[in-house]
Nanobody
Framework: QVQLVESGGGLVQAGGSLRLSCAAS????????MGWFRQAPGKEREFVAA????????YYGDSVKGRFTISRDNAKNTVHLQMNSLKPEDTAVYYC????????????????WGQGTQVTVSS
């Protein structure tokens, strides 16, 4: 199993930006598809973005399309989520996840998860 640690969360005003990072250890990330999910209090875990193992394919949830960008650096074993034009409804705990099989939108497709990082967007 690969171990994942997220960082970069925090408090930001609406319209601002944050860049989340996910660092991996234990195994190289280059053979994993990676995803970002988020979960707000009382809500189900929501798909945010995914990227294929090579970085050649990306996919975004409708609520973040055009505002968020997922990227990866396999040489540094990291994945990033650039979040721009943040809205209060983006407030949630953000998780990165790794899948050895596919880069899907369901959390059940991902076997390894980080502990999450809190993002709070004030209005």
């Amino acid at each position: 199993q690969v171990q994942l640690v997220e960082s970069g969360g925090g408090l930001v005003q609406a319209g601002g930006s944050l860049r989340l990072s996910c660092a991996a250890s234990g195994r190289t990330l280059s053979t994993y598809a990676m995803g970002w999910f988020r979960q707000a209090p009382g809500k189900e875990r929501e798909f945010v973005a995914a990227i294929s193992w090579s970085g050649g394919n990306t996919y975004y949830g409708d609520s973040v399309k055009g505002r968020f960008t997922i990227s990866r650096d396999n040489a540094k074993n990291t994945v990033h989520l650039q979040m721009n034009s943040l809205k209060p409804e983006d407030t949630a705990v953000y998780y990165c996840a790794a899948s050895a099989r596919s880069w899907g939108t369901s959390p059940y497709e991902y076997a390894s998860w980080g502990q999450g990082t809190q993002v709070t967007v004030s209005s």
